[in-house]
């Protein structure tokens, strides 16, 4: 299918929902912003996005101070 058939079979697709009688517009601002309230809770205690110290950073291996690294005790920090 190609051209305009394919245009015409499309068409019913694509046309615009119509509009509902019973639909409010204010839920949706209201949604959306609950939503953004939800995400920006989200984001806090999301650590690949949340800027950081990279010791507060889970995903990164933990340094060692070279002092303990020479007599061999493991203090990460």
């Known amino acids: ?6 245009v ?3 068409k019913p697709a694509v046309q615009p929902l119509p509009w ?3 639909c409010n517009p204010v839920r949706c ?3 959306a912003a609950g939503v953004e ?6 984001v806090q205690h999301n650590a690949p996005l949340t800027r950081g110290t990279s010791s507060r950073n889970p995903f990164r291996r933990p340094r060692v101070c070279s002092f303990c690294r020479k007599t061999n005790v493991w203090m990460v920090f």
């Open 1 to 6: 299918m190609s051209g305009p058939s394919l």
């Open 8 to 10: 015409v079979a499309l």
């Open 20 to 22: 509902r009688q019973g």
């Open 29 to 31: 601002p209201q949604a």
């Open 37 to 42: 309230q939800l995400c920006l809770h989200r």
